[in-house]
């Protein structure tokens, strides 16, 4: 079996974890094979790749964007960027996969990244320090749909530990809000929409599992939108459908007629000569009406 092929039955048979970081890194391959074969063919147009997929923080260009606020969160431009963010998915996805299914964890990471993206673009249009920075901010990156993950499962189970260098076991709810209070004194940095984007995520898998603990599933429209859009691609069972004309009631009373004599014959037949002398074909009509 090639690695293509390993590659494949790998993503086919793994679970929602294994699948979103096989997107996040071919998108992360496309994305820089695409761009090295621009910059060989000198093909400049002005415009990256990364415009078209990134979320902008401009309502007038996001409305001829919309698709942004889906593409951004498996867009990554910086290697170290996707190995860190695949990393934290994948520690705390398996921790989530644990105690939710594999239609859960999607969910958070689907929506809590469209939470990501709607703070980011809600406070650059609010808050006076981004006015200026609006027309040319963009944001991408898994960073907020694996927040929401991490504030999630670390709501749920807070006091579960994992075992850190240096640290040793140190509980989930201590790295969540470190995390987030890192992200919060990290906004007046240079990548202040990066930082609002992950606590969107963050705030959302908080609100994720406190509407769950009282009954709520907060994700449950977007739940059955995922399934109506799989269904539309999962291959349908084939089947032939046979037709049989009924039958009424003279002619049901004919047939049941019919096939009583040829019991009473054999009946007979048995009463006269025994079983054994019986042919094969009516000790298999006797075997067929006996059941």
Known sequence: ????????????????????????IAVFLAVKLIGTFITLLQLNTGLSIVTWFAVPADINNLIFKPWTVFTYMFLHQDFLHIVFNMLWLYWFGQIFLTHFDNKKLLSVYIVGGLAGAALFILSFNIF????????????????????????AISVYIPNHKIHLMFLGPVPLKYIALF???????????????????????ALFGYLYIVQLRKGKNITKGFDSFMDKT????????KFKVT???PVDDIEYNRTK????????????????????????????ILFKKSK
């Open 1 to 24: 079996m090639s690695i293509v092929d390993e590659i494949k039955k790998s993503f086919k048979s793994g679970s929602a974890l294994i699948k979103l970081i096989y997107v996040n």
């Open 128 to 151: 006076p320090l981004f006015s200026q920075a609006v027309p040319v901010s963009i944001a991408l990156g898994a960073s907020a749909s694996v927040m929401a993950i991490v504030v």
């Open 179 to 201: 995390t987030i209070v890192l992200d919060v004194i990290s906004i007046a940095s240079e990548n202040a929409g990066g930082h609002i984007a992950h606590l969107g995520g």
């Open 230 to 237: 799989f269904a539309l691609f999962k291959p349908k069972d």
């Open 243 to 245: 037709y049989k004309r």
């Open 257 to 284: 007629v019919s096939n009583q004599k040829d019991i009473d014959k054999i009946l007979d037949k048995i009463a006269d000569s025994g079983y054994d002398s019986l042919s094969k074909s009516e000790k298999e």
